[in-house]
Nanobody, 125 residues
Framework: QVQLVESGGGLVQAGGSLRLSCAAS????????MGWFRQAPGKEREVVSA????????YYADSVKGRFTISRDNAKNTVLLQMNSLKPEDTAVYYC??????????????????WGQGTQVTVSS
């Protein structure tokens, strides 16, 4: 049974930082590209960042580029999202997702096979 469990969300003031963690189990983690998505109330789910199975290739949405950093530890079956200089518009539920692909990553949610339950990030102004 595949499980993706996010943690690290919370309430932070604008300009602050949070680090999201996603712990994976029940799958061969190094076979999967990983992605972070978010969904704000009344808005569609959008990709935030993605990382290839090796960690060698990464993607960032323009809205978070230079502020967020994605990384993974295949030995610990974990993917992280370091979020700095947070803005109120970053407020959303953040989800991690796993995509079984041989190379690269996808920015399309339909490509992902497994999803976590989400963690709330709230940035106050």
């Amino acid at each position: 049974q595949v499980q993706l469990v996010e943690s690290g969300g919370g309430l932070v003031q604008a300009g602050g930082s949070l680090r999201l963690s996603c712990a994976a189990s029940g799958l061969t983690f190094s076979n999967y590209a990983m992605g972070w998505f978010r969904q704000a109330p009344g808005k569609e789910r959008e990709v935030v960042s993605a990382i290839s199975w090796s960690g060698g290739v990464t993607y960032y949405a323009d809205s978070v580029k230079g502020r967020f950093t994605i990384s993974r530890d295949n030995a610990k079956n974990t993917v992280l999202l370091q979020m700095n200089s947070l803005k109120p518009e970053d407020t959303a539920v953040y989800y991690c997702a796993a995509d079984r692909r041989g190379a690269g990553y996808s920015t399309q949610s339909d490509s992902y096979d497994y999803w976590g339950q989400g963690t709330q990030v709230t940035v106050s102004s």
